[in-house]
């Protein structure tokens, strides 16, 4: 007997539900006739990682997955928890979210900020963004990378781990950088730090590496600068013509181990 078979892709809501937690009260019943004052004995509350909040960590690891990972703004998360019968308005979710930053600043911002100071490499970028009921006109976010652009770590046979932490500045001083890399010890970050061509990075006390991306792009604006009826390939053409070389030269290695590359 001949079977043929076929796969179907099933898919499985996500499962709400509501825990309950009992604690067991003790009291003297003859101490009460007996008008004794006795303290009354009761369990310790189920530790929680939001005191006097039922938010449990499954939930708020969904929130902050939701935000950050899949861009989905609390407001459209508190359409999807009203569907499922759920009112969680998008006030008491931001106001999660907060707490849980810090709680967890200390633990594990501040531990990879630790890390990320003693790698050899860092990446380094900042980007405008608008804050709402904010003065400033534009407000910044800072943000300090190592390792690959992957998940996967030592994918190259790196040793750096994979670490991204943004810092949220109201500016764009390069104070702010010379702040941010530096230990609890004032110690400067020494070793190389790849960024574009913002002035604000000189002011730090690393070796500055350029950004390979952030050249190539100056060559193809001024590519397209050129006239467009003429035919003769310029120096814009040239010099894209040789990072392109380099790219594929980082294709063709990736993956190997430090040393054959």
């Not at 609890?184 to 730090?193: F, I, N, S």
Request: hydrophobic letters at 35%; charged letters at 25%.
């Amino acid at each position: 007997m001949l079977w043929n078979s076929a796969e179907k892709l099933v898919f499985v809501p996500a499962l709400t539900k509501i825990e309950e937690h009992h604690r067991l009260k003790y009291a003297c019943r003859g101490c009460d006739k007996n008008d004794t004052k006795t303290p009354i004995k009761q369990a310790p509350p189920v530790p929680s990682i939001l005191p006097k909040s039922y938010a449990t960590p499954s939930l708020i690891a969904q929130l902050i997955a939701a935000k950050y990972q899949h861009g989905l703004p609390l407001y459209r998360q508190e359409v999807i928890f009203r569907q499922l019968g759920i009112e969680l308005s998008r006030q008491t979710m931001s106001d999660w979210l907060i707490k849980i930053a810090n709680v967890l600043h200390p633990v594990l911002y501040e531990y990879w900020h630790k890390i990320l100071l003693q790698q050899d490499v860092i990446k380094a970028d900042e980007t405008p963004l608008k804050v709402i009921k904010d003065d400033n006109i534009k407000s910044y976010m800072w943000v300090y990378s190592s390792g690959a652009d992957s998940p996967a770590s030592n994918i190259n046979g790196d040793s750096a781990p994979n670490i991204v932490l943004y810092d949220y500045q109201p500016t764009r001083a390069g104070k702010c950088a010379v702040d941010f890399l530096q230990n609890d010890d004032k110690q400067h970050y020494t070793g190389y730090l790849q960024v574009d061509g913002y002035a604000g990075y000189h002011r730090l006390y690393c070796n500055l590496v350029d950004c390979m991306a952030h050249i190539r792009r100056k060559f193809d604006e001024a590519k397209k600068a050129q006239s467009k009826s003429s035919q003769k390939t310029g120096k814009a053409d040239w010099a894209l013509s040789q990072i392109q070389k380099l790219y594929r030269i980082e294709k063709q290695i990736k993956g190997l181990p430090i040393e054959e590359r």
